[in-house]
């Protein structure tokens, strides 16, 4: 009597009856595979720990902000998610598929400033702004850490005498020395902010790269003045 009229709205869950062809293809015991090769499982691995590192990286941050972890643990544990985090990205698939942390970050919805922070500089804060009181220049132990500083000093200038200026050999060169230099004192010196600025240059070059004439001529400048600066504050 009346016409069957087409619904405009969607059935509702009740309304559907699933074919047997169509439930004879899905098993709900079956595990679901996210890949399927072992080359695809070993990039979402590294993605998912590059992910972890920074959020953990994160959380040290605040953490350290709020004076809640001393500055022993996180340096330690700062320059370890640090090298991690490099190691990760070394791996070419993993680089590629990661992009920048920029893109890694909206992709993901990662608000993650202090973290970001962080690995642009590529140091502690503690290397990066020394907060604790260093040995004093009597003491054997000082005597030792002077000694260390200008060895580690010396190392670095010899490097870009002799034409090693990729960043994978000057970047350890120069943290070791910033390193150093602050277990023998927290004082500013002569150009000692340009090490600093020289570890966020080379930090944010990939291991491959290497300085160009001019930069290596500026970097050598201003490392040997701040070794003198350094020598400085120990008269």
Not at 15 to 33: F, G, Q, R, V
Not at 82 to 110: H, I, M, P
Not at 111 to 136: D, I
Request: hydrophobic share 35%.
């Amino acid at each position: 009597m009346y016409a069957q009229r087409q619904l405009s709205y969607a059935p509702t869950p009740y309304s559907y009856t699933p074919t047997s062809t169509l439930s004879a293809t899905i098993n709900l015991d079956e595990e679901l595979k996210l890949t399927s090769t072992n080359a695809e499982r070993d990039l979402y691995e590294s993605l998912a720990e590059v992910y972890s590192i920074i959020t953990t990286l994160e959380a040290l941050e605040k953490a350290f902000l709020k004076d809640s972890i001393g500055e022993v643990d996180y340096t330690e544990t700062c320059s370890r998610l640090l090298k991690q985090y490099k190691s990760n990205l070394a791996d070419e698939n993993v680089g590629r598929a990661f992009g920048d942390l920029e893109t890694f970050k909206k992709e993901w919805d990662l608000e993650c400033p202090r973290a970001t922070e962080r690995l642009r500089v590529g140091l502690p804060a503690t290397v990066e702004q020394p907060t604790h009181r260093a040995a004093t220049a009597t003491t054997g132990a000082a005597a030792s850490l002077i000694a260390a500083v200008t060895e580690n000093f010396i190392t670095f200038l010899d490097a870009i005498r002799i034409g090693m200026v990729s960043k994978d050999t000057l970047h350890p060169l120069l943290v070791d020395t910033i390193t150093a230099v602050n277990k023998v004192t927290d004082k500013e010196f002569e150009n000692k902010g340009k090490i600093v600025n020289w570890l966020i240059t080379l930090n944010q070059m990939r291991a491959s790269e290497e300085l160009n004439q001019d930069q290596a001529r500026d970097i050598q400048f201003d490392v040997e003045s701040a070794y003198y600066g350094f020598k400085a504050t120990l008269e």
